[in-house]
C-alpha cells in the first residue's frame, strides 16, 4: 500500500477506514509482541505471577481479533473493495488468525512457566531456552515490521529466519531429550519445557506466515508452499 | 445456505460459482480425511511405506487449498458477493486455512510413522493412539458433514467432542510421561510417538475451528471464544 496507490482512492473516508484498520492490526500485533516477550520473561526469569497474569490477558488478543474480523467483513460488504484493497482485506483476516494463535502459544508458555516455577529450577536456569524466545521474539516484530511496511524484501527475510530459528528448536529440543536420558527424575518437568519450547517454535512458523502474507500482498505471488530457501529466486522470476 | 436463499440469486451462473467452491472445499476435505486416515494406519499398523506416501502426498493438499483461494479471491473480486454469501466466501477463506493445517498435521504423523517403523515396537503396539487418531477423525468427518449440510447443531456437537478428545489427548499424553519414567531407554521412541498424538490433537482443534465457522454462518455469532460447555446456551439466546 504505497501512497501512491493511496491516491488513486476516490473515497477518503474509505482511505481513512482502510488505514484505521492496519492500524489495529499493528496494535493487535503489539499486544500480542507484549504477551510474548512477558510469556518468555516468565519462563526464564522464574516469574509464576508474570506467567498467570499472560495467561488471564489472553482474553483481549481474542477480542481484538473478533472486533478486527468484524470490521473486515463491514468493509468487505460496504465498500466491496476491488484489486489490492480487497487482496489487503482478505490478507488481514488471515493475519488476525495467525496472531489470534500467537497469542495462544503465548498462553500455552505462560502457563508453562506458572508450572515450572512451582518446581526445582536447574542450575543453568533457562537459557537456552531464552535464546529461542528472543529469536521468535524478533521474527515476529520482523514480520509485523515488513506488515507495516509492506516490504516484502524484509518479508522474505524473516521466512528466511524462521529455517534458522526450526534449527534452533530442534537442537533445544535434542538437549531436552537428553536431559531427561541423563536423569530420569526430571523427566515431568522436562516435559513441561518441552510444551513452552514447542509453543515458540509455533510463534515462528505462525510469523512466517504473516510473513507470506506481506510478500503475496506486494508481489501477488503465493509463496506459502515454496520452500524458504528458493524464495528469493521465485520473487526475482 | 438453505434451498429458498439459493433461490434469491439473480444469476443462476453465479449459483453454480459458489456451489462448485463448497464442492471443492468438501473434495479437499475428503482428501485431507484420507492423508490423516493413512497417517494413523501407518502410525498403528507399522506401515513405513505408507507413512511415506502421506508426507509426499501433503502437495495435493496444499495445491488446493492454493487454488481454492484463488478462486475465492476471484469470486469476492468479480461478484462482490454481499450478506451471506459474502459471509460464505470468507469462511471458505477460513476453513481451507485449517483443512491445510490438517495436512500438515496428518503429514507430521505419518513422519513419526516412518520413525517408529524403524524401531523396536512395545508389545501393546500403539493401540492407545488409535483410539485418538480414530477419534480426531470422526470429529473431522464431523465437521465436513456439519459444512456440507450446513448444520450448526452438528457442528455445535463437534465442538463439543473435540473437549473429549482433549481429554482422551491429556490420557494419552500421562501414559507417555509415565512409559518414560519407567524405562527411561524408551524415551526417544516415545518422544517420537508424542510428537504424533500431539498432532491428533490438533487436528481436533482446527476440526473444532470448521465447525464454528459453520456455526458462524448459520447462526451469525461468533463462537471461537465462548467455552464449549456454555455454546449452546449462547446459541438458545
Known sequence: MNKAHLSEHISTQFNEEIESIRERVLAMGGLVEEQLANAVTALVDNKGDLGEEVAKSDYRVNAAEVSIDEECNLILARRQPAATDLRLI??????????????????????????????????????????????????????????????????????????EVDREYEAVMRQCITFMMEDPRTIKRVMDLVWAVRAMERVGDHAANLAEYVIYLVEGKDVRHIKAEELSQTLAD
Open 90 to 163: 482478505v490478507a488481514i483476516i488471515k493475519t488476525i488468525t495467525d496472531l489470534e494463535r500467537i497469542g495462544d502459544e503465548a498462553k500455552k508458555i505462560a502457563k508453562m512457566a506458572v508450572k515450572l516455577s512451582e518446581q526445582d529450577r536447574p542450575a543453568t536456569g533457562y537459557r537456552e531456552v531464552q535464546h529461542l524466545g528472543e529469536a521468535v521474539s524478533r521474527i515476529l516484530n520482523g514480520a509485523l515490521d515488513a506488515f507495516a511496511r509492506m516490504d516484502a524484501k524484509a518479508a522474505v527475510e524473516v521466512v528466511q529466519s524462521d529455517m
